[in-house]
């Protein structure tokens, strides 16, 4: 199972970038998809997480800003920022719990990353 990203990248404050992560490979069923971020000298967080049937959770830090979503037939989970800010800097690392073809039980992978960089 490979997750690749895309969509980060330089934008100003007070713009919007949308993130994007798709799952391939023998995959039978993903539960929980979600974004982190990891900023220069901290530790990973969580940013967003979604089920399959659609329930998010956010960080009180992106709630109202960050929308979440997914796409269930394409394996795709989303990620819509606004009104970005220059403490949003960081690499945006996608997850899915993922169930293989073949396995009984659901394990995580991750993206590799993709930076995104608010700055004037």
């Known amino acids: 199972v490979q997750l690749q990203a895309s969509g980060g990248g330089l934008v100003q404050p007070g713009g919007s970038l949308r993130l994007s992560c798709a799952a391939s490979g023998s995959i039978r069923n993903i539960n929980d998809m979600g974004w982190y971020r990891q900023a220069p000298g901290k530790q990973r967080e969580l940013v967003a997480v979604?089920?399959?049937?659609?329930?998010?959770n956010y960080a009180d830090s992106v709630k109202g800003r960050f929308t979440i979503s997914r796409d269930n037939a394409k394996n795709t989970v989303y990620l819509q920022m606004n009104s970005l800010k220059p403490e949003d800097t960081a690499v945006y690392y996608c997850n899915a719990n993922v169930l293989e073809d073949y396995y009984l039980s659901y394990k995580d992978y991750w993206g590799k990353g993709t930076l995104v960089t608010v700055s004037s």
């Open positions: 979604i089920t399959r049937g659609g329930s998010t």
